[in-house]
């Protein structure tokens, strides 16, 4: 398992609900392009997954270029990842 990073544990903390990358902006007070590096590594991980707005649907793909245009949330094992993140 990585070890994530204080930006990335902000970001995990704010997707227990659907939110936007606007959203996440605003809510974690990260640059964009610091915001989009750790939802692009999140993204990898497994950690959060990707929905087509803010419906509950996961799109076939996704344009990582447009990562405005989608919502996300965290996955079981992003919740495992960052409750393990706290007891080191």
Known sequence: MRKLTKSEIKVLNQLYHMESMYTL???TGLQYGELFDDLTNLISSR???VFDGASAVKPGFYDLDNLGD???RITRLG???LINSHGT
């Open 70 to 72: 989608y919502h996300f």
């Open 79 to 81: 919740i495992s990842t």
């Open 25 to 27: 902006q605003d809510e």
């Open 47 to 49: 950690l959060i997954d």
